[in-house]
């Protein structure tokens, strides 16, 4: 019996970026404009980071930026697949980022861009993080969200359902910001911020975004997929739906990808905390400047 909580084939997932990985570099625009926002992030933080952890490395691109950063010391590359592990400079680690093989509390910072919308097990993989993480560590991680490819997606259902009469999956469920954020807290983090963004990316048509899905070996890797390729018509369909709906007026199709940031801490006893019910020391009304009313309505006769 087939374990519901495994969403993706990463066996599948992994053998595709391995094969793809050889032209890692000649795709990366969207991973290079996710490592830019998180460094931006990581600018403003004045702390020192000893040892800092790339999580899901690809090949390496964000853990060079993180060696640029005041206060980084060690850079530490993990990566599942073979041949982008062999591009990541410095120390690497290829294991998977579901099994990680860290001790309690010896990192100061994980950072990962683009890599943990694909595991299984999330809620364990951010546990496993923040036990990994010292106090006060920090954890900043960019996933693809639930709106990723919603263009690419719809069409390919519409036209299933109207050649064939039914429909499979085809474009990878990925969670929304308030469902991800939650698990922060779930996890044990301190202070849990999550937010989301999204990126549009225009194509000549639909088939050079499938294309560029294939080539950086991202392409259907559900459990749940259809085991029989799309067939010709149903494909010619998709194709044909996804430039009627979304088209822009120079021809070209837009591809939406929604970037969530998680943002988190490793408790530490001199981080701010929350105060404690009925602890605040002015009543909210006078700090709106207004009256307050009771909620409770009066008994009338």
């Not at 530490?76 to 592990?85: C, F, G, K, N, Y």
Request: charged share 25%; glycine share 6%; aromatic share 4%.
């Amino acid at each position: 019996m087939t374990d519901a909580r495994q969403i993706f084939d990463r066996r599948l997932l992994w053998r595709r970026r391995n094969r793809a990985a050889a032209a890692a570099d000649q795709h990366d625009f969207l991973l290079a404009s996710v490592a830019n926002d998180l460094m931006e992030r990581l600018a403003i933080v004045r702390r020192q980071f000893a040892v800092a952890l790339n999580l899901g490395a690809h090949h390496g691109l964000l853990g060079e930026r993180l060696r640029s950063l005041p206060g980084v010391e060690t850079v530490i590359h993990l990566e599942p697949v073979a041949e982008l592990v062999r591009q990541c400079p410095g120390l690497r680690v290829q294991a998977d980022e579901e099994a990680l093989p860290f001790r309690s509390q010896s990192l100061d910072l994980v950072a990962s861009a683009l890599a943990l919308q694909l595991v299984n097990d999330l809620p364990g993989t951010l546990l496993q993080i923040r036990h990994a993480l010292k106090p006060d560590g920090l954890l900043l991680a960019a996933l693809l969200g639930g709106d990723t490819l919603f263009e690419l997606r719809t069409a390919l259902l519409l036209a299933e359902e109207e050649v064939e009469g039914g429909v499979s999956p085809r474009v990878a469920p990925f969670a929304d910001v308030r469902d991800l954020g939650a698990l922060l807290p779930r996890a044990g983090f301190a202070l849990p911020v999550a937010d989301a963004y999204s990126i549009t990316v225009t194509y000549p048509d639909p088939l050079a975004l499938m294309r560029e899905l294939r080539a950086v070996g991202v392409a259907n890797a559900l459990r749940a997929r259809a085991r029989k390729p799309l067939r010709r018509q149903t494909l010619a369909r998709a194709l044909e739906l996804y430039s009627e709906r979304y088209a822009l007026p120079n021809g070209r199709v837009p591809a939406t990808f929604e970037i969530v940031t998680l943002t988190g801490w490793a408790p530490h006893q001199n981080q701010q905390q929350p105060l404690r019910p009925g602890s605040a020391k002015m009543r909210l009304a006078e700090a709106l400047n207004t009256h307050e009313r009771s909620a409770i309505g009066r008994a009338t006769d």
